[in-house]
């Protein structure tokens, strides 16, 4: 089937915090990782390159440093595509965070219209494996010999069936770089609200509202199974520094949902979307299976 459509490269960004062996030893499969830069009190780096997920979790306990971050730029995008196309691929699929979340999504748009058509840009709506779930899709899709149409598809419908949820220790991080809204930010301060939030086209948005931290990760693993339904299941687990609540939760989910699990995966989030959401974090991503 290879041989019968033209070969398709799948392009991501280094937020989808993918597990590595999904990733690795299957042949056929092109998936290429573009990395997001953070600046740490004034020292730029890359993501997964020059940056941990380690060291912006300390910068961010010390609270004088300042840590931000920013998208590749449009000229990183094209020298990846461009390799891509060079080396044998007839047109490139590039799938990346929310657009409502970094301007990656748009440096990827800039860059894909220099390639008359060749390259095209899908925007998840999410970020982490909400991110890497419909990479992995059109990966696979592509390693299929599947044409361009068909390996955007399967990253669309991944998109569809992909449901992000995370709970945060407090609303500060995500206030500061934009990524919530001033009001809700003061809202969950004033009355000590622990929020579960969820990714969704309109970006970062509180999904529910409980009074402890135990209770939030309680109300995940519930809303988790809700939003698995009846389907089969992949589940990725995030964290920021905080091990042992991940797998905490990673095991009440696996007995939660028991053979419906089909894989379950856990990572500790990069230094970009470590930045915005502070130390405590814990994400649990569900992918239908279709």
């Known amino acids: 089937m290879t041989g019968q459509h033209p070969a398709v490269s799948v392009v991501t960004d280094s937020t989808a915090y993918l597990p590595p062996l999904p990733v690795s030893g299957e042949p056929g499969r092109r998936l290429t990782v573009v990395p997001l830069a953070v600046v740490v009190n004034g020292v730029p780096g890359l993501e997964t390159v020059d940056i941990d997920s380690a060291t912006v979790a300390e910068a961010l306990n010390a609270r004088r440093v300042a840590v ?159 939003s698995a339904g009846d389907a089969d299941v992949d589940i990725a687990v995030h964290h920021l520094a905080a091990p042992d609540r991940a797998d905490a939760l990673l095991t009440t989910l696996k007995e939660r949902l028991g053979e419906r699990l089909r894989g379950a995966y856990l990572t500790e989030v990069g230094a970009v979307v470590g930045a915005h959401v502070g130390p405590g974090m814990v994400a649990v991503v569900v992918h239908r299976v279709a």
Do not use: W
Not at 101 to 112: H, I, K, N, Q
Not at 161 to 176: A, G, I, K, S
Not at 192 to 221: C, D, N, Q, Y
């Open 68 to 226: 931000t971050t920013s998208r590749p730029s449009p000229e990183a995008f094209s020298q990846v595509y461009r390799e891509l196309l060079d080396s044998g691929a007839d047109t490139v699929l590039s799938v990346h965070l929310s657009a409502r979340l970094s301007g990656t999504y748009d440096a990827a748009v800039l860059a894909a219209a220099e390639f008359d058509g060749k390259v095209e840009v899908i925007d998840t709506q999410s970020t982490g494996m909400g991110l890497g779930f419909p990479a992995l899709a059109a990966a696979d899709a592509a390693a299929a010999g599947g044409t361009l149409a068909e390996v955007r598809q399967a990253a669309v419908d991944a998109v569809a069936r992909t449901t992000t949820l995370f709970y945060v220790d407090t609303l500060e991080f995500l206030r500061r770089g934009g990524r919530i809204g001033a009001a809700a930010a003061l809202l969950g301060t004033a009355l000590a609200v622990k929020p579960i939030l969820h990714t969704t086209e309109e970006g970062v948005v509180v999904r529910e509202k409980v009074r402890t931290a135990s209770r939030a990760l309680a109300r995940l693993v519930d809303i988790a199974a809700e």
